[in-house]
């Protein structure tokens, strides 16, 4: 199994390293559901490669995969909320 996922778009390679600046700066939401789409894909990628897999440890690695993944979404989420005082429209 590969534990290998889609990379992020070139134009959210810059958010990763300044997520808060980023997140700051995005009063429309637009980057922060960028960002949230990208972890679900790659949350998706993880689940079917755990549900593919039939070595323990792979299946475990991809599930570990899947819920950072799964909390990435949460935690962009949830910044973006605090930073802006509204929720973030999905």
Not at 33 to 41: E, N, T, V
Not at 54 to 66: N, P, T
Request: proline share 2%; net charge negative.
């Amino acid at each position: 199994m590969s534990t290998a996922f889609t990379l992020p778009p070139a134009d959210l390679l810059a958010d990763f390293d300044a997520l808060e600046a980023s997140l700051q700066a995005d009063a429309s939401g637009d980057k922060a559901r960028s960002l949230h789409r990208y972890f679900a894909q790659v949350e998706l990628e993880s689940r079917q490669a755990q549900v593919r897999s039939v070595d323990f440890d792979e299946k475990r690695v991809a599930g570990l995969l899947a819920e950072a993944f799964a909390a990435m979404q949460r935690t962009v989420a949830a910044a973006w909320a605090k930073l802006h005082g509204r929720d973030l429209a999905l």
